[in-house]
Nanobody
Framework: QVRLVESGGGLVQAGGSLRLTCALSGRTLSDYHTGWFRQAPGKEREFVAYISYTGSITRFADSVRDRSTISIDYAKNMVYLEMSSLRPEDTAVYSC????????????????????WGQGTQVTVSS
């Protein structure tokens, strides 16, 4: 059974940085495409970042591209999302999602195309 667990959220001041971790259990990340999404109160869920199962392809939302990185540690079976220069508008629940390579449609920014989801981790950026 595939399970995703996020960690690393918390309260951070504007301009600060954080690293979110998505741990996959039950399978190996080399068989999955992984994405990060976020949802702020009263807003729709939005795409943040994506990494391919090989780790060689990454994509970011325009709002975070210049201040974010995404990476995979295959030994630990974890995906990391690092964000810097955080802004109050980055405040949201951040969730990771995964889909098998055989099922992946290529639409990395479509939440509905991901099969597995974590419970989310809260990120709050204070001004």
């Amino acid at each position: 059974q595939v399970r995703l667990v996020e960690s690393g959220g918390g309260l951070v001041q504007a301009g600060g940085s954080l690293r979110l971790t998505c741990a996959l259990s039950g399978r190996t990340l080399s068989d999955y495409h992984t994405g990060w999404f976020r949802q702020a109160p009263g807003k729709e869920r939005e795409f943040v970042a994506y990494i391919s199962y090989t780790g060689s392809i990454t994509r970011f939302a325009d709002s975070v591209r210049d201040r974010s990185t995404i990476s995979i540690d295959y030994a630990k079976n974890m995906v990391y999302l690092e964000m810097s220069s955080l802004r109050p508008e980055d405040t949201a629940v951040y969730s990771c999602a995964a889909v098998e390579t055989g099922t992946y449609t290529g639409r990395y920014d479509y939440a509905s195309d991901y099969r597995y989801w974590g419970q989310g981790t809260q990120v709050t950026v204070s001004s």
